[in-house]
């Protein structure tokens, strides 16, 4: 019924740049907060930005300064604008988001598949 769909994952060299998107689609009432997690190979899924409803950021550490998030609530999309792309930033990238199905559904967090960023020269 609801889906989150990635997109704009691939290989890039290092340095350079990479933009993924999200697209939530389905029956949905509203979208809270939206954010991405990222998952290498052998290690946990970690946190890497977040945005609200209302348009507040906040980053991992490891990306602040390279990463930008930023939604587009008439599109019920959220983006991931990464810059200064490292080996470090390769992992399978996954949107989530807190959606409201309806008026009279609690919110829960929806996650995509996931799109893989290699980098890499």
């Known amino acids: 019924q609801v889906q989150l769909v990635e997109s704009g994952g691939g290989l890039v060299q290092p340095g350079g740049s990479l933009r993924l998107s999200c697209v939530a689609s389905?029956?949905?009432?509203?979208?809270?907060?939206m954010g991405w997690h990222r998952q290498a190979p052998g290690k946990q899924r970690e946190w890497v930005a977040v945005?609200?409803?209302?348009?507040?950021?906040n980053y991992a550490d490891s990306v602040k300064g390279r990463f930008t998030i930023s939604r587009d609530n008439a599109k019920n999309t959220v983006s991931l604008q990464m810059n200064s792309l490292k080996p470090e930033d390769t992992a399978v990238y996954y949107c989530?988001?807190?959606?409201?199905?309806?008026?009279?559904?609690?919110?829960?967090?929806?996650w995509g598949q996931g799109t893989q960023v290699t980098v890499s020269s």
């Open positions: 989530n988001g807190d959606l409201r199905r309806s008026a009279y559904l609690s919110p829960r967090t929806y």
């Open positions: 945005i609200t409803s209302g348009g507040t950021t």
């Open positions: 389905g029956s949905i009432f509203s979208i809270g907060a």
